[in-house]
């Protein structure tokens, strides 16, 4: 069978031995939850409790803080004891904490909204809009701002992406074995307000369970078509996919709807079936919680706020002494030198990595093979782009495309003298964004 | 938490890949060829590879200590300067001949230009050529296999005729039983070298394949489509050793796919032109030690078109 696939990629260990096969548990309850008031991409939320104020499961606690932003909701039902600067990842911001009362008090606006057949493509959009729902492959995009393109733009592809290409992460694999129905359900609201009789599901070749279990799901809906793409590193990158189920290019700098596509994440798809049909709003998630430095490796279905350390404990604790914490994936995800973080809508995985692991080899000097420039997905030269960012050349950086970089991490990957190649152009990508905004 | 948690940006895992194994695998591809050597020159061809590759690692030790650098001599990079010049060499060249080669192509044209990585010729090559024009006789005077029927190099029996010569069958050329350079003469070991290189990833097959296909279409021409005439050109001389081991030399060769075909191309035109209409019976050194120096130009105007980018 020929597969799909986009040009370049690398073939990383996949590492998904460890949870695979185990189903999600259901987390324990966190006695207390931080929730972040910027969980995404965009502005932060404005909280609309105060300190002391009593809160239910789905009460909504913050309000988006603008046209990027989508609304938080507390997870469990307590009372509100802080709302202050806490560490969140990638930096500090303001979190709501609340204390639980081991109640669980579902909130009086949580009730079923309604039914795909009834409810209008605007309505769905609002219940999308209200659930706080984001994109959980990474980023955290706002999904309702994703689904409502500008009306010039005309999308006629849509893809579900259930690639799951990072190793060691099995969370979306998961869910497409446990509740594909939610899923399916969830892409034919998507449908519906994209105006769409297509879309695609694309599954790498990895997880044929998970092939046929979105099979058997979808079988009654002839215009959901379940793809199989080749395992490789970065297939799930939204270029990358787009091209591997659509042939189409996403033009150089512009957005995926520039090509007329929209890709989503299969966990958003089982978070928008879960809005309209019970009208909880998104308030947990599956995180994979592995890696050598995790004694019993799971996958867990979290509440939003739940704090790392709890949930690296609730996974039997570290083994041994850890050496890095990464909130994601080891190709993309965000290491953390503290676990004192709370969870957010995005934690697909939390990796630990031994000490041994942890440390990256010294770089030597780069011998140009060429390994980088033949396995980058988007076709530039890293080791040109890196050269230039160390010398402090940004201008030529730019010349060369570095901004076309979509930091998947495979050139410092492949490198054979462990070059810091993407550091060094995210470093250039940084220099020339902020002159481009000096300059505007 | 007072743990002491490793901070760095993505990616956090790297692949086995190193610099030291992948010279290593040169190092182990060219074991068929250096043997073949010994199996028709003789037990001296192993004194003339050992003293150079000693030499070029000894040089390389010298001055990375001189230049107060980390001394990474064991990476296996001097080995294979030391090891490939050697098999450039004629067999009975005396034994100081490898000795300043490899000298020459360490301190000159590698570690000079800023060591590992910035030499912008082939450091082998350059010390053959600089050998070739400083002792032109010791390097010109060749030793023959024990059964081998003539006298005189392939390539300097068939210099400005288009006719096979009799004495120099195509199977002989094929096994190396032929006179030439210690390494050059067989080129089924350097084939087998050359096809554990592709399978272990370490090169290519581009550039060999397009240096000696287009020596085989210009040749075949030449030659009024003579068969035998291809295939004499093909394997006699240093092209297999060259179009393999010498021609994809990272350091000296384009990055991009592009690139390196119109850099393979470029060096199989010389090479035949510097055969047929040349002063030297050889032309493969001399012809990718020019498109080395045109790598760098053709690496600043070939590049591959951006995803998402305007076609070209």
Known sequence: MNLLSFRGGIHPPHSKEMTEHLPVEKALEPEIVVIPLQQHIGAPCKAIVEVGEKVKVGQKIGEAGGFVSAPVHSSISG??????????????????????????????????????????????????????????????????????????????????????????????????????????????????????????????????????????????????????????????????????????????????????????????????????????????????????????????????????????????????????????????????????????????????????????????????????????????????????????????????SAMDCIECGSCSFICPSKRPLLHSIRMAKREILSKRRKTK | MERKLIVTSSPHIRSKEATDKTMRDVVIALIPATLAGMYYFGFQTLIVVLLSVAAAMATEAVIQNIRKQAITVMDYSAAVTGLLLALNLPPEVPFWMPVVGSVFAIAIAKQAFGGLGHNFINPALAARVFLIASWPVEMTTWKFPVDAVTEATPLALIKGSRIVPESVSIFNLFIGRVGGCIGEVSALALLIGGIYLVYRGVISPRIPLAYMGTVAVLTLLYGGFDFNYMMFHLLAGGLVLGAIFMATDYVSSPMTAKGQIIYAVGCGLITVVIRLFGGYPGGVSFSILFMNVVTPLIDKYVKSNVFGGVKK
């Open chain 1, 79 to 400: 009372t509100v004891k802080k709302i202050e600067k806490r560490m969140i990842i990638n930096g500090t911001g303001t979190c709501i904490v609340i204390e639980s009362d081991g109640l669980n008090e579902v909130h009086e606006s949580v009730v079923p909204k309604g039914d795909i057949e009834t409810l209008e493509a605007k309505e769905i959009l609002d219940i999308i809009n209200e659930a706080g729902i984001v994109g959980m492959g990474g980023a955290g995009f706002p999904t309702r701002v994703k689904l409502s393109p500008p009306p010039d733009k005309k999308i006629d592809v849509l893809i579900l992406n259930g690639a799951e290409c990072e190793p060691y992460l099995t969370s979306d694999h998961r869910l497409m074995l446990e509740n594909p129905e939610d899923v399916v359900y969830g892409l034919r609201t998507v449908m519906k307000v994209l105006g769409l009789e297509k879309a695609f599901i694309a599954i790498e070749n990895n997880k044929m369970d998970a092939v046929l279990s979105m099979k058997e799901a979808a079988k009654e809906f002839p215009g959901i078509q379940v793809v199989i793409v080749k395992t490789k590193y970065p297939q799930g990158s939204e270029k990358q996919l787009i091209y591997a189920c659509s042939k189409r290019e996403v033009p150089s700098g512009a957005l995926p709807m520039d090509a007329g596509a929209v890709v989503s994440n299969v966990a958003t798809m089982s978070a928008i079936s879960k809005a309209i049909k019970t009208g909880m709003p998104l308030i947990e998630r599956i995180c994979t919680v592995t890696g050598d430095g995790i004694s019993e490796p799971k996958n867990i279905m979290i509440k939003n706020g739940t704090r790392i350390s709890e949930i690296i404990a609730q996974a039997g604790g570290y083994k041994g002494e850890p050496g890095k914490l990464i909130l994601g994936g080891p190709m993309m995800g965000f290491a953390q030198f503290t676990d004192d973080l709370p969870s957010n809508k995005t934690t697909s995985g939390v990796l630990v990595f031994t000490e041994e692991q942890a440390r990256l080899p010294e770089p030597n000097p780069c011998i140009r093979c060429g390994k980088c420039v033949d396995i980058c997905p988007s076709f530039i030269q890293p080791f040109a782009i890196s050269a230039y960012s160390l010398n402090g050349m940004f201008d030529m950086a730019e010349k060369n």
